[in-house]
């Protein structure tokens, strides 16, 4: 299945309107862990005792509870501006996609509740776009 680039304004704009909560990652500049952790505890609101590693980044997002639900919601989470990041760092890149798949799973077996959902999103010529094929979770632990 491949999905047309759409643009990621309408789509976050139906998230919203939908009753979920929307939230930017926008990876643009970033070339390591450390700034990736940054980006993502500042783009995810993370609570101070979430560290800087794959395993606190992954319980933290299968906590959420900080983050605001609209009642009959749940998440959306837009990654942006990722390819760079992606190319500079492709092994900490798949481990993020895992992460995010974990946390994606996670909400979903849960059943009738809140779900999380993960777009990527990159700028072309044309400004922001929107998709990318759903990818099987891939479940495994990681450290650091």
Same mark, same amino acid.
């Given at each position: 299945m491949s999905l047309? %680039?759409? &643009?990621l304004a309408?789509?976050?704009?139906?998230?919203?309107a939908a009753g979920r909560t929307t939230v930017r990652l926008d990876l643009d500049g970033v070339r390591g862990k450390a700034e990736l952790m940054r980006r993502c505890g500042d783009a995810l609101r993370l609570p101070e005792?979430?560290?800087g590693n794959w395993d606190a980044l992954a319980d933290a997002l299968r906590d959420l509870s900080w983050l %605001?639900? &609209?009642p009959g919601g749940g998440w959306l989470v837009a990654v942006t501006?990722?390819?760079?990041?992606?190319?500079a760092r492709p092994r900490e890149w798949e481990t993020l996609v895992e992460v995010l798949e974990e946390a994606v799973a996670f909400w979903r077996e849960r059943g009738g509740g809140p779900e999380l959902v993960v777009l990527l999103a990159e700028a072309g010529p044309s400004g922001p776009v929107a998709g990318a094929p759903p990818r099987t979770p891939r479940l495994k632990r990681r450290r650091g």
């Open positions: 047309d %680039p759409q &643009p309408p789509a976050l704009e139906a998230a919203e005792w979430v560290g %605001p639900v &609209p501006s990722w390819r760079g990041y992606a190319d």
